[in-house]
């Protein structure tokens, strides 16, 4: 039996009509949709591409959030296990994931699991939450020369990211607002900030000055910072 073909599928960061025409195809095509599950009960993915998969056999995915490496190895390993039955089964299967597969995407641990045991597997581009959040704010990322330097807010040390000379994207701050807001108060770079909290989702917030962002906001939460010609 020919085996099936497993594609890592970026749906957009949450407006449902940022999914590309290849995305839908495939979605359409494919025989199982694999849907991340962090447990938590909401399934942002899902909800994204709902209207494409009516009728399909969902394959649910445990991927916690937790930063244990040895129980995270073990459900990457789980989930490729019950990925590559499928595809033994002949069956093809799209595994969704928010934005695109290549940053920061939690797939990328499974893609690379599956395709190391021979399996085809194919990554499918989608639009990113830092291109919407630009766009919703209406500013472009880089301009001319300018460099982007895209940083995880979660980093242990991002003080070189600070004094890089390029514009700076941190990605999820929900939990790291305070510290982040602070230590860019402390690099004379907070006026040039703006985020955008649930871009294209349901409770969507833009603020165009980091600063009036609240503590509580949201994991989902997009930190642009046009470092241009700072007075540092």
Do not use: Q, W
Request: with cysteine; hydrophobic share 40%.
């Amino acid at each position: 039996m020919t085996k099936g073909k497993l594609y890592g599928l970026g749906v957009g960061p949450g407006d449902r009509e940022l999914i590309t025409l290849k995305a839908a195809r495939i979605l359409r095509e494919a025989d199982i949709i694999a849907v991340p599950d962090k447990g938590s009960g909401e399934k942002t993915a899902l909800n994204i591409v709902r209207e494409h998969v009516e009728g399909k056999e969902l394959l649910f995915c445990p991927t916690p959030m937790v930063r244990d490496e040895a129980v995270l190895e073990r459900c990457f390993e789980e989930i490729a296990d019950r990925l590559c039955e499928k595809l033994d089964e002949g069956r093809t299967v799209a595994f969704i994931t928010l934005g695109d597969p290549t940053v920061y995407s939690t797939y990328m641990y499974i893609h690379s699991r599956v395709s190391g045991r021979g399996y085809e597997a194919e990554l499918v581009p989608g639009v990113t939450s830092f291109c919407a959040a630009a766009a919703r704010l209406g500013k472009p990322l880089c301009e001319k020369s300018e460099r982007l330097l895209i940083v995880p807010a979660s980093h242990k040390d991002i003080s070189d990211c600070l004094e890089a000379d390029a514009n700076l994207v941190f990605m999820k701050a929900g939990r790291e607002i305070g510290a982040l807001r602070e230590r860019l108060a402390e690099s004379g770079l907070l006026s040039r900030a703006s985020m955008v909290e649930n871009c294209g989702m349901d409770g969507e917030k833009v603020y165009e000055r980091f600063a009036d962002a609240p503590e509580g906001s949201g994991y989902f939460s997009v930190v642009i910072v046009k470092n241009g010609d700072s007075d540092r």
